[in-house]
């Protein structure tokens, strides 16, 4: 009987314990399907290029190789001139304002000042924690 009680508890803390994970993952990547959609769209692209990249090397196929270097480099070429525009003074100082807010609690007036800028929600914005994908976070002082 004592053997049938504790198999039944551990089998029941099991359940409990899958139950909970599934519902954990659920709220945590299910409730912005914009973020889940997105990130999906880039796996399958990346697995594209991948597959791409390397059915060239399959067949010895020096002309789409370079093409494909040549284009991750305008890609790349484009993001940095994108990057490179954003830098001056006033969108340092209003960065600064930002992270001001941050420090004080005020996440979307933040947010406000990073999307007038042109940055989204792409910097200073934190992927994973309490508040899920897109909250935004202060950069610490220390390490905590």
Same mark, same amino acid.
């Given at each position: 009987?004592?053997?049938?009680?504790?198999?039944?508890?551990?089998?029941?803390?099991?359940?409990?314990?899958?139950?909970?994970?599934?519902?954990?993952?659920?709220?945590?990547?299910?409730?912005?399907?914009?973020?889940?959609?997105?990130?999906?769209?880039?796996?399958?692209?990346?697995?594209?290029?991948?597959?791409?990249?390397q059915?060239?090397?399959?067949?010895?196929?020096?002309?789409?190789?370079?093409? =494909?270097? =040549?284009?991750?480099?305008?890609?790349?070429?484009?993001?940095?001139?994108?990057?490179?525009?954003?830098?001056?003074?006033?969108?340092?100082?209003?960065? =600064?304002?930002?992270?001001?807010?941050?420090?004080?609690?005020?996440?979307?007036?933040a947010q406000?000042?990073h999307?007038?800028?042109?940055?989204?929600?792409?910097?200073?914005?934190?992927?994973?924690?309490?508040?899920?994908?897109?909250?935004?976070?202060?950069?610490? =002082?220390?390490?905590?």
């Amino acid at each position: 009987m004592k053997k049938y009680l504790i198999f039944s508890l551990v089998g029941l803390a099991v359940v409990a314990l899958t139950a909970s994970t599934a519902f954990a993952y659920q709220g945590g990547f299910a409730r912005n399907n914009v973020f889940s959609a997105d990130m999906t769209a880039r796996h399958e692209a990346m697995t594209e290029r991948r597959e791409a990249m390397q059915n060239v090397f399959v067949d010895g196929d020096y002309a789409t190789w370079q093409a =494909q270097m =040549q284009e991750r480099v305008s890609d790349m070429r484009n993001q940095a001139s994108e990057l490179e525009a954003k830098i001056s003074e006033d969108s340092f100082a209003k960065l =600064q304002e930002a992270h001001e807010l941050m420090v004080a609690g005020d996440f979307a007036g933040a947010q406000a000042i990073h999307e007038e800028l042109g940055w989204g929600d792409k910097r200073g914005f934190s992927r994973r924690g309490p508040g899920g994908p897109g909250e935004m976070r202060p950069f610490s =002082q220390t390490e905590e």
